[in-house]
């Protein structure tokens, strides 16, 4: 395989698979399961258009990644003191200018995709998927980008729950309810978690680069207490849902087959810092695909 520069001469297509991130992909593939399980329980399904949805979604995340490791990397913010994962404009595994187009282009077949949805969907589509490729670049881009700014967590939990799970639902059903609304918070509480962790375990870094995050903002202990608050919200809702008729009374329960890893990575984010954080942050993304699945079926009635 050809070999580019990097401090291990990472394989070509080995480095664009770190740059995609792709342990961050069910982040992307959640919401449309739930929005999706949502449509068919209430006798809509448009297949096509469901998987349009998905992998718009999915370029959207990937856009996301790159325009991070990018940004990040020109602030200043990616060092040699980074305590994640290897970042690859930070490491020299590719130079700025490649992750920049790869930025572009990921961005680009999200809009081509968008196209066919927003003749599906119409304007609402139009403003949900340009408001989430403006996020996707002003996370760590532009004049002022928000993660710098503490407001990552709230775009986090718009982008990939609430916009996410209604949009895919809209696109089914031409109209969003309440319920729908109700179930899109679970998924972005425990999608918003991932970055949490992530932003507890670089307060250090962070905050000398001059990223002022949430965590950053307001200290570690109170970022492990939104970490749980978050976690408690998100198992509340299931049964919420159960009693106003939203899901299967014989499967609504599904989701809490994932409670016992909640509350062992609560103890583990209350009790542990810095590098050994990455395992929460490894195990947050998995709690929010396997709760996420599980959600999806509970509701199919």
């Known amino acids: 395989m050809e070999q580019i520069g990097g401090p291990d001469g990472v394989g070509y297509l080995r480095g664009w698979l770190m740059a995609a991130r792709p342990a961050t992909l069910p982040a992307a593939v959640v919401p449309v399961l739930v929005g999706g399980a949502l449509a068919v329980a209430n006798r809509h399904l448009h297949p096509v258009v469901l998987l349009a949805t998905l992998l718009c979604s999915l370029s959207i995340q990937v856009g996301a990644n790159l325009a991070n490791d990018y940004f990040d990397f020109r602030h200043g913010a990616d060092t040699a003191e980074r305590l994640g994962p290897t970042r690859v404009t930070q490491s020299g595994i590719f130079r700025p200018n490649q992750v920049a187009l790869a930025t572009a282009i990921a961005f680009g077949v999200a809009l081509l995709l968008g196209l066919y949805l ?6 609402p589509i139009v403003l949900i998927g340009l408001f989430c490729i403006g996020c996707g670049l002003a996370y760590t881009g532009g004049p002022f980008p928000f993660g710098y700014h503490g407001l990552g967590d709230l775009f986090c939990f718009l982008c990939f729950g609430v916009l996410a799970v209604t949009g895919t639902y809209c696109l089914q059903a031409g109209s969003v309810t ?7 918070a679970p998924v972005g509480l425990l999608c918003t978690n991932i970055l949490v962790v992530n932003n507890l375990r670089d307060i250090d870094t962070d905050r000398a680069a001059g990223k002022r995050t949430l965590a950053v903002l307001i200290g570690r202990d109170a970022t492990r207490r939104q970490y749980v608050l978050f976690l408690l919200i ?23 087959v994932t409670a016992p890893r909640a509350a062992r990575l609560a103890l583990f984010v209350f009790t542990k810092e810095g590098r050994v954080l990455n395992l929460a942050l490894k195990d947050t993304a998995l709690l929010h695909l396997q709760y996420g699945v599980l959600f999806a079926i509970s509701l199919l009635h």
Not at 239 to 250: E, K, P, R
């Open 178 to 184: 309440f319920t729908v609304l109700l179930a899109s």
């Open 234 to 256: 998100a198992y509340a809702l299931p049964l919420t849902l159960q009693q106003v008729g939203a899901s299967s009374i014989f499967l609504f329960w599904l989701p809490y």
């Open 118 to 123: 927003v003749s599906v969907g119409g304007m």
